[in-house]
């Protein structure tokens, strides 16, 4: 089944505890995609990646790191997470550098205390 | 900067409504439009993709438009049922600074009441 998954799905940690974020997709896409999502601000694109070792800004990228190792994961990475942090957190794949549709992973709740 | 509105923010309608939801975008160098369902906790689910060169797509029930010139794209939704509530969301693909970006508009939260 074509899907792109993430883990973990709930997170709870303190303010400054590193943590990662997982994402994996098995359709072979090219672009990949972190987005957080928060009431009243809508969908956000924190980074995006064309291909492998090939990463970009999105509009919030402050606070975030990525990699892109392996065509099939695009870790997101919390150096230092901050209570501005808390939000809903959705990785996207799609093919065509990014211009087909947009294959959403379940999401991850975090929260930063 | 690309914004993308769509309006209204929350819409109630009975069950075998027809029913129209907008999607408006400030740029109109856009690649594509798509709309995307997304069910309370759940991620989002990809309803329709429309090209910047084409002018409609239809899936079912739906069927969604695309006016690029003046940047509005509509989704019609025909003969409503509960299973449609949702949150609906449009966004667009847009090219910076050499590549794509997604950028997505707040969403419209759908109740289709029995």
């Known amino acids: 089944e074509a899907q792109v998954t993430q883990n973990p799905r709930y997170l709870i940690t303190v303010t400054g505890k590193k943590l990662t974020v997982t994402c994996s997709q098995n359709?072979?896409?090219?672009?990949m995609s972190w987005y957080r999502q928060d009431p009243g601000l809508g969908l956000r694109q924190i980074y995006y990646?064309?291909?492998?070792?090939?990463?970009d800004k999105g509009d919030v990228p402050e606070g975030y790191k990525v990699s892109r190792k392996e065509k099939r994961n695009f870790p997101l990475i919390l150096e230092s997470p901050s209570p501005n942090q808390t939000s809903l957190y959705f990785c996207a794949s799609s093919d065509g550098r990014g211009i087909e549709t947009q294959y959403f992973g379940p999401g991850t709740r975090l929260l930063v205390l | 900067k690309q914004e993308v509105t769509q309006i209204p923010a929350a819409l109630s309608v009975p069950e075998g409504e027809n029913l129209v939801l907008n999607c408006s975008f400030t740029d109109s160098a856009i690649y594509n439009l798509q709309w995307f369902r997304q069910d309370p906790g759940k991620g989002l689910t990809s309803l329709l993709l429309?090209?910047?060169?084409?002018r409609e797509q239809t899936s079912g029930r739906l069927n969604a438009s695309l006016d690029k010139s003046s940047g509005r794209s509509t989704l019609y939704i025909a003969a409503s049922q509960p299973g449609d509530s949702a949150t609906y969301l449009c966004a667009v693909t847009y090219s910076g600074a050499g590549s794509y970006q997604l950028t997505f508009g707040k969403g419209t939260k759908l109740s289709v009441i029995p």
């Open positions: 990646s064309m291909n492998v070792e090939v990463t």
């Open positions: 359709m072979n896409h090219e672009y």
């Open positions: 429309i090209q910047s060169s084409q």
